[in-house]
């Protein structure tokens, strides 16, 4: 049997978090409510994907629903609860993995899977970082890593030391790519050639030897690669597990 905290315990709780876990709101005096808390989660997704973060505002929501601005607080506290049910419902619940995929695999299709979220919500990045996952998606996302990670021999407190890890390179990779996207980015394709060329009779005489070398030789590495990025961070997982299971 599942226990329930009691009201007051809930109002001590970080925003969104009790309606993301499908506790019911606090009664209100008035009409029976014509919505609910997943409706209004689900109109502000659809603005958002529509038109960016900012087009899933209280006041569009409530239009695109037919209430006022004013209505929505029978079902939400705060803006900042919608964020927090908004991030939730934008991720949606993780991805399904083969079977028997080991540690590094699976690490690797969970980075490459929430890249593609990223991609197809880049809304999502505009969302403030809250610390750890509380709430349900998110929590099976971090959940899946740590399956992975604690079967390959780490305790459970290390192991979600490596899936922030993880989860902190796909989110830092998300927001690279997007904005070299930018067209107005020195890096966007239609820049970057120009850029090189402003560049390179002054890096030598300025003091950038290095940076010089690499531009005369056309050798930077590919800004929006993932692949080399996240195999040095499973590297460092893979050697953090050695030690591990070696007792160093």
Not at 116 to 143: C, F, I, K, N
Request: aromatic letters at 6%; proline letters at 8%.
């Amino acid at each position: 049997m599942t226990t329930e905290p009691d009201r007051a315990d809930l109002r001590q709780l970080p925003p969104g978090l009790t309606p993301a876990w499908g506790a019911a709101p606090r009664p209100r005096r008035g009409p029976k409510p014509s919505h609910n808390v997943a409706q209004i989660v689900a109109a502000a997704v659809e603005l958002a994907d529509a038109d960016g973060l900012a087009g899933a505002s209280l006041p569009n929501i409530a239009a695109s629903l037919g209430l006022t601005t004013n209505a929505l607080y029978r079902y939400l506290g705060s803006k900042d609860e919608l964020l927090v049910l908004l991030a939730d419902a934008g991720f949606g619940p993780p991805p399904e993995l083969p079977a028997g995929l080991g540690w590094r695999a699976t690490a690797r299709a969970w980075t490459h899977a929430a890249l593609e979220r990223y991609r197809a919500r880049s809304w999502l990045l505009d969302v403030p970082a809250r610390g750890d996952a509380v709430t349900p998606h998110l929590l099976g996302w971090t959940e899946l890593l740590l399956a992975a990670l604690s079967a390959a021999g780490l305790s459970d407190v290390d192991a979600l030391g490596c899936a922030r890890l993880v989860a902190d390179f796909a989110r830092g990779t998300a927001e690279r790519r997007r904005a070299l996207a930018d067209p107005d980015s020195a890096s966007f394709p239609d820049h970057a050639d120009g850029v090189r060329e402003f560049l390179r009779p002054l890096l030598a005489d300025r003091g950038y030897p290095r940076v010089a070398a690499l531009a005369a030789g056309r050798q930077y590495p590919a800004a929006a690669d993932v692949d080399f990025g996240l195999d040095r961070v499973l590297d460092g997982i893979a050697a953090f597990l050695e030690g591990s299971r070696s007792g160093h």
